[in-house]
């Protein structure tokens, strides 16, 4: 086959300056029409700072967290309670004990001292009950305040430290 059969192709760009022009406006075209399509797109959008979109209720509403991480058992959903409604019973220590705190004092997670395990608790009970309620309510080392259940009032949190402390003595 000889190169006479082969036809001569004619091409658009001659030299090098017309190929470097037509390399930079292959770039420059395109982003000149998106600057052009976005410009034309928000080009009209006025904000209203006074709109009620812009509270600082309606911004805290659209930025809070979507979830929650809790150790053991979830609290309680609250329910807004009527005006005259009087709060519940607290809880009692077995109970609190079972919701907030069995997850870390139940399998030792974390260094926390395992029910029912007297060595573990017996300097701990040295310390006196108020230490241990203090320590529970603020927290300590490892362990969040209230056992990481802040909807636990004061006395439900000691009654779980008290409950605790009867099944490891």
Same mark, same amino acid.
């Given at each position: 086959?000889?190169?006479?059969?082969?036809?001569?192709?004619?091409?658009?760009?001659?030299?090098?300056?017309q190929?470097?022009?037509v390399?930079?406006?292959?770039?420059?075209?395109?982003?000149?029409?998106?600057?052009?399509?976005?410009?034309?797109?928000v080009?009209g959008?006025?904000?209203?700072?006074?709109?009620?979109?812009?509270?600082?209720?309606?911004?805290?509403?659209?930025?809070?967290?979507?979830?929650?991480?809790?150790?053991?058992t979830?609290?309680?959903? #609250?329910?807004?309670?009527?005006p005259? =409604?009087? &709060?519940?019973?607290? $809880?009692? @220590?077995?109970?609190?004990?079972? *919701?907030?705190?069995?997850?870390?004092?139940?399998?030792?997670?974390?260094?926390? #001292?395992k029910?029912?395990?007297?060595? =573990?608790? &017996?300097a701990?009970? $040295?310390? @006196?009950?108020?230490?241990?309620? *203090?320590?529970a309510?603020n927290?300590?080392?490892?362990?969040p305040?209230?056992?990481?259940?802040?909807?636990l009032?004061? =006395?439900?949190?000691?009654?779980?430290?008290?409950?605790?402390?009867?099944?490891?003595?």
């Open positions: 086959m000889s190169n006479a059969s082969i036809p001569e192709h004619d091409t658009p760009i001659k030299t090098p300056q190929l470097i022009t390399a930079v406006l292959s770039f420059v075209v395109p982003v000149l029409l998106i600057v052009f399509v976005a410009h034309l797109v080009g959008m006025q904000v209203d700072k006074n709109s009620a979109d812009f509270s600082e209720e309606s911004i805290a509403k659209r930025l809070k967290p979507v979830g929650q991480v809790f150790i053991g979830p609290p309680p959903t #609250p329910v807004a309670a009527a005259t =409604a009087a &709060k519940a019973e607290p $809880a009692s @220590g077995d109970q609190v004990y079972q *919701q907030s705190c069995g997850a870390c004092h139940g399998a030792g997670l974390m260094g926390a #001292p029910l029912g395990d007297a060595v =573990a608790w &017996k701990r009970i $040295a310390q @006196g009950t108020s230490t241990l309620h *203090q320590n309510l927290g300590i080392r490892t362990m305040a209230r056992g990481g259940n802040s909807a009032s004061d =006395a439900e949190v000691s009654a779980a430290v008290d409950y605790m402390v009867s099944k490891s003595k």
